[in-house]
Structure formats: C-alpha cells, structure tokens
C-alpha cells in the first residue's frame, strides 16, 4: 500500500496570492497568524498580505522575525507572538525558513512539547493549527511537503521533524513572487529543487506516483533553471521552475530524500551555508558514489534530461549524468566548500560529528547506495576540494 500526503487546497500560477482570501474561506479559517522575516516585511509583501486578509474581513496578525535556518529560539518567540491573540491557522510567507518556522509553531501551538522531542525518528501525526504555506523561493518545496527542520543552537544540530502535523492544508505558489530573486538565490534554490527530484526518484521509498512528479520536476528545472538565472524577469523561466520545484516538494515528501539532504544539513547547521548551495555543493560527488546502488534509474534521469543517448548502455548514461551536474554547478557558479571559504580546519575536525548527524537524520538509509559514518567523511573529503 501507498500513503500519499498532499496539500488539500493549491493555488497555483500567477497571481495565485490574490486567491488566498478564498481558499481561507474555502477551508473554513477565520484568524490566521503570519509568520515571516523582515525582508517580506521591508519589501511590502507582508503589507500586501495583511490588506488583502483585513479588506475580506479576516482578522490577521503577524511575526515577522524569522530568521534563516530557524532556531528553537525564533520559534519560542513566534509562538509567545501567536498565543498573544486568537488564531485558527499559521501562514508561512517567505522562503523555506519562515515557512517551516509556521510549520512548527502551528504544531507547538497545540501540542505541549519541543522541537527536540519531535526530530526523527519521532513521527507528528497529530495534528495542530492548520497550516497555509505561500513561497516566495522556487526551491524548497516546503509547501508540499510534511517535514521542518529547526536548528538546536545548543549542539548546532538541524533538526528534521516529519510527520502529517506539518503538511500545508493551503499552499499558494504563485511565481510572480519569484520575479524578484537574485542569481544566487534563484540558483541555489532551483538546485536544491533539482535535488528533491533526483532523490526522490531515486529513493528506496520510490513509487509510480512519486516517480511521475519527479521525472517531471527534474524535466522542468533541468531545462528552464539556466534562463531563470541569466533573465530574473523571464515570467516562461520562473513559472517552470516554480511549479517544478513544487512538484518536487510533492515527490520528496511521500518518497523521502537521500544522502546528499543527509551530508547537506550538518553543512547548514555547523558553517551556515545556505541549505540549497550546500545540496549543490554535494550533488555531483554524492550522485557519483551512488551509481552503483540504482544504475538503471539514473541512467533513465540522464536519457530524459537529455545527456546521454536513448541507447546509451546504464553505466556511460550515469556517468554522463554525473558529468551532466558538474558542468551544470559550472554554469551556475556553485564553488566547493574549499573556495567558498569554509575554515579547513574546522571541517575536518567536525567530519566525524557530521556523519554521526547525517546518519541520525535517517536520510542515508534512502538511499540507494547506503554509507557507513566512515563512508561519509570520505565523502565530505572528495566534496571540499
């Protein structure tokens, strides 16, 4: 048997935002808290937001401190914020950090427990607040999916929290919020997108449902991910990597991701490298050292991108593959962790602690070449140079 998990109401093209008074009322919710950071704020689309709600009668608050990567902390302080009013719903307005900062406080909002007590293994079923989720990023697929990751600042541990709990009621993914995004960020997003695609299809948690939005995801973002970048203003370009990257957030989320969200985490956690550039930065080594585990279904992603023959035996097509995504990080400007800057002696002293939390993330195990610790730091060797 399959479970799938999918957003029940989906706004989705341009000029979906203006469509969320409706789908409130179309789901029932009266009082929605919004959850966001200060460049939505600064930028007028929080504005934008509250005015519509308050012009239809809906009675809006917001908070609008989330910070990248968010902390146990951030999250205290938009739940005190939340609990300050009456509300029956959380909206999350931004990238993937605000979005998965609303993820959990609707469930904290509910339920007496911690951030802590919810990372995996633990599963969150029980519901709490409603959740609508309204991306301004093509990336993170946060809007389609039932997972959050909160930073323990105390260890410098990204926290993966899964569980239907966290899976958006609404999701509006209107790329016109996308026109805006800088090269890097459109980058760096879109990658992390292409990932969720490839691991999906990938995973040991693969099905018929999931491999149909992922082999259409990875077609959409392979193609229109280079325009996206060169021409922010091409509406063609952002519409294609936006709806793919959301069909990618609804693959990943009911077939799991792998090994490269595993290493890239404690990358995020420990040098705070955006979680996007630190999947980018993994994906052609990562894809490399996992050929053997699946060579027939990355010989099928190189056929459908177009980088190796239809008749190209399994083995040269994976190979093209992985020649396919360097050259792609090429293009796009994705440095190593070496000349992006890390400090070198801090990697190699923390590689042991990041194969430890990539392992307990429980991602490794879906992939289809499994590591050891020992595998994984060899790994993160081959990625810093």
Not at 173 to 196: K, N, W
Not at 202 to 207: K, L
Not at 310 to 324: I, K, S, T, Y
Not at 360 to 365: E, F, I, K, V
């Amino acid at each position: 048997m399959t479970a799938l998990y999918l957003p029940s109401f989906v706004r989705l093209g341009g000029g979906a935002l203006d469509e969320l008074p409706a789908a409130l009322a179309l789901a029932g919710l009266k009082a929605p808290f919004i959850v966001t950071d200060r460049f939505m704020a600064s930028s007028g689309l929080l504005e934008r937001v509250k005015n519509l709600l308050l012009g239809e009668g809906f009675d809006a608050r917001a908070f609008a401190d989330a910070v990248p990567d968010p902390t146990v902390v951030s999250v205290n302080a938009a739940l005190a914020a939340l609990k300050e009013g009456r509300h029956d719903c959380v909206i999350g307005l931004g990238g993937g950090s605000p979005i998965d900062t609303a993820k959990m406080v609707a469930v904290l909002a509910v339920h007496d427990t911690t951030p802590a007590a919810l990372k995996a293994p633990y599963v969150q079923d029980e519901p709490g607040l409603p959740i609508i989720a309204i991306p301004t990023t093509a990336g993170t697929g946060s809007e389609a999916t039932r997972v959050t990751v909160i930073t323990d600042e105390a260890t410098d541990e990204k926290m993966l929290c899964m569980g239907a709990a966290y899976q958006p009621r609404i999701a509006i993914v209107d790329y016109e919020l996308t026109l805006s995004m800088p090269l890097r960020l459109t980058a760096d997003t879109g990658t992390d997108a292409f990932t969720h695609a490839l691991e999906a299809y990938v995973s040991r948690r693969a099905n018929p449902f999931t491999d149909a939005l992922a082999l259409t995801a990875m077609t959409r973002i392979w193609e229109h991910l280079p325009t996206a970048c060169r021409e922010p203003a091409n509406r063609e370009a952002r519409a294609a990597v936006m709806q793919g990257a959301f069909e990618a957030g609804m693959a990943f989320s009911n077939a799991s991701v792998a090994l490269v969200h595993g290493m890239s985490r404690p990358i995020g956690a420990h040098f705070h490298v955006a979680h996007g550039l630190s999947n980018a930065m993994l994906l052609p080594e990562i894809t490399a050292w996992s050929l053997p585990g699946a060579p027939a279904r990355y010989a099928t992603c190189a056929r459908l991108l177009g980088v190796a023959s239809a008749r190209a035996p399994d083995v040269e097509a994976g190979d093209a593959l992985v020649a396919a995504l360097r050259a792609r990080n090429d293009e796009i400007g994705v440095p190593s962790p070496k000349t992006f800057g890390l400090d070198a002696a801090r990697w190699d002293n923390l590689l042991p602690l990041m194969a430890e939390q990539a392992l307990a993330s429980g991602s490794p195990a879906n992939n289809p070449r499994i590591p050891t610790a020992e595998e994984i730091v060899a790994l993160y060797r081959v990625v810093w140079g």
